[in-house]
């Protein structure tokens, strides 16, 4: 484990760069389970704003966050973010905090591998511990602290509620499969932390049975579901004829052993030589991976992998602006999310408000929650061989995907925009809002004697 220099808010004047892409009553249902309006309360459609002090702790923010956040900072009197940094290391686009009161932490980052046994990969990631947070905290007085994941902020958070009086609100990001092998020390803080808790918000389904298994009760779970960025979505424009995108995939994100990509090479060259067919994959990113994949894409074999099949072309874009994604994805057939475990991963949302087709790992919870087989999408398991596995495999769901009849295909896009509608910034944000008014009621009951056991 090694430490990156510790970033300063003192010292914060330069322009940053970080990832270019690369409820409750009769409301019906959404994909996750959850209720598709927008509060358990009054407070989604009577435009009022909560009256409190609100302070957000994250570690920085992506810029799909920022027009959730905005909607929260509406929503709000007075609610102000702390970020442990301005970037990862790891990432690379330019930041927006507009409209966002921002103070970035003193912090000391850690430099760790994961090392998920079952998916096989090992990847770096990054832990960042601030440790101001409590002079911070007293600083600012708040009402209700809101603190993102289960760590070294959310402990210290936690920490100060217990001592101020105020009240405190998790905000949890996880999957059941991203959570395997976290040890006994791990489980006995989070549920220490899910006791002291007033609210805690969840992103999906699988997040919510990770919850409720370290002991959060149902009237502590509030749904924060993730949302594409609406400041890029894709516009109406005709697309190119079926036959010119079909067989031309696109893969966005890190290029990373977590993210799949060269399990995903192997496995489509393998399904191009035993089927005789011609696909083309366009890597949209960057990371560790890229210097393999360029050497695959040459027609080279590397230290791993034998060359592959010749009707088998990749494309490497690098990292692209956001803005530049709808025309990518207009460019092509499907979106190819080959990963091997993310706790939600945000392009199948992205890719659905396009109309695209998701031919997605099931150990990404937004796969398991959105895509419904040969409705929107397929599900397959990048672990899986053909022989032993219930679920498709690569192989099984290129084969489906390039079955399907243009009238299926073009029905699929549109069912893709319809099913991901609800995910908007403000839907986002009024599960937020929802957590934070309930633990400021469990305060006032509180004062009055009459706190729920």
Request: aromatic share 6%.
């Amino acid at each position: 484990m090694s430490a990156v220099l510790p970033t300063n808010s003192d010292s914060d004047d330069s322009p940053q760069t970080c990832p270019l892409v690369g409820s409750s009553g009769n409301a019906p249902a959404a994909h996750d389970g959850s209720a598709v309006t927008e509060s358990r309360g009054s407070m989604a459609t009577d435009g009022l704003m909560l009256d409190a002090k609100a302070v957000f702790l994250t570690h920085y923010i992506p810029l799909y966050q920022v027009r959730v956040l905005q909607e929260i900072t509406k929503r709000i009197r007075d609610f102000q973010i702390l970020l442990s940094t301005p970037i990862e290391p790891n990432r690379d686009f330019q930041l927006d905090w507009s409209g966002l009161n921002v103070e970035v932490q003193k912090t000391v980052t850690l430099r760790r591998r994961w090392r998920h046994a079952k998916a096989g990969f090992d990847d770096p990631l990054f832990v960042h511990v601030p440790y101001d947070t409590l002079k911070q905290l007293k600083r600012i007085r708040p009402d209700v602290v809101i603190s993102h994941e289960l760590g070294a902020r959310s402990l210290a958070a936690a920490r100060y509620c217990r001592r101020s009086g105020a009240r405190l609100v998790l905000a949890t990001f996880m999957s059941e499969h991203t959570e395997q092998g976290r040890g006994r020390v791990r489980s006995w803080a989070r549920r220490r932390l899910i006791r002291s808790a007033d609210a805690i918000t969840y992103n999906g389904p699988s997040c919510r049975e990770v919850l409720l298994s370290l002991g959060a009760r149902e009237d502590q779970l509030f749904h924060l579901p993730y949302a594409a960025d609406d400041r890029i979505a894709a516009t109406e424009t005709q697309r190119p004829a079926e036959s010119d995108v079909r067989r031309k995939l696109l893969c966005i994100g890190q290029l990373s052993q977590r993210k799949g990509v060269l399990p995903l090479v192997r496995q489509a060259s393998d399904f191009c030589a035993a089927n005789n067919e011609a696909i083309e994959i366009t890597f949209v990113g960057d990371g560790p991976c890229r210097s393999e994949l360029e050497t695959l894409a040459s027609g080279s074999s590397t230290d791993d992998n034998a060359p592959v099949d010749s009707r088998l072309k990749i494309h490497l874009l690098g990292n692209r602006p956001a803005a530049e994604l709808p025309e990518l994805m207009r460019a092509h057939g499907a979106i190819i999310a080959p990963t091997l475990a993310d706790e939600w991963l945000l392009v199948t949302n992205e890719g659905m408000h396009a109309g695209m087709p998701i031919i997605g790992s099931i150990y990404a919870q937004s796969v398991t929650t959105l895509v419904r087989n040969r409705r929107n999408g397929w599900q397959y398991d990048p672990l899986a061989s053909e022989a032993n596995s219930s679920t498709l495999n690569l192989s099984g769901a290129l084969k489906s995907y390039l079955a399907t009849d243009e009238s299926t295909i073009t029905a699929m896009r549109e069912n893709a925009k319809h099913d991901i509608r609800e995910y908007t910034p403000q839907r986002s944000a009024m599960g937020a809002i929802d957590a934070i008014r309930s633990a400021l009621n469990r305060r006032d009951a509180d004062s009055t004697g009459n706190a729920s056991s």
